[in-house]
């Protein structure tokens, strides 16, 4: 069974920078493609960064492009999301997410998905 739980989330105030990380416990950790989500009061979860096994292809929002960096550390089975320049729509609850294939995730199909329990960003005016 996947297991999947964020660290790193907090108060920060616009411009600043948070690291949230994921810790899975997946014996099978290289198959699965690793991602961040979002789901900002009364809306949808969106999808923020994606990260192949192997870390050869990283997709990102349009939104938090050039300010997100996503990793992965296979060895450690880990996931990190560096966030910069951080604004207030940036406030949401992330989820770490493992699954098949990012190109899903982009198409906006989270089917076969794990998730963590989900780690709560606030950015501040």
């Known amino acids: 069974q996947v297991q999947l739980v964020e660290s790193g989330g907090g108060l920060v105030q616009a411009g600043g920078s948070l690291r949230l990380s994921c810790a899975a416990s997946i014996s099978t950790f290289t198959t699965y493609a690793m991602g961040w989500f979002r789901q900002a009061p009364g809306k949808e979860r969106e999808f923020v960064a994606g990260?192949?096994?192997?870390?050869?292809?990283?997709y990102y929002a349009d939104s938090v492009k050039d300010r997100f960096t996503i990793s992965r550390d296979n060895a450690k089975r880990t996931v990190a999301l560096q966030m910069n320049s951080l604004k207030v729509e940036d406030t949401a609850v992330y989820y770490c997410?493992?699954?098949?294939?990012?190109?899903?995730?982009?198409?906006?199909?989270?089917?076969?998905?794990?998730w963590g329990q989900g780690t709560q960003v606030t950015v501040s005016s």
């Open positions: 990260i192949t096994w192997n870390g050869n292809s990283i």
């Open positions: 997410a493992a699954g098949p294939a990012v190109s899903n995730w982009k198409s906006g199909n989270v089917r076969g998905s794990t």
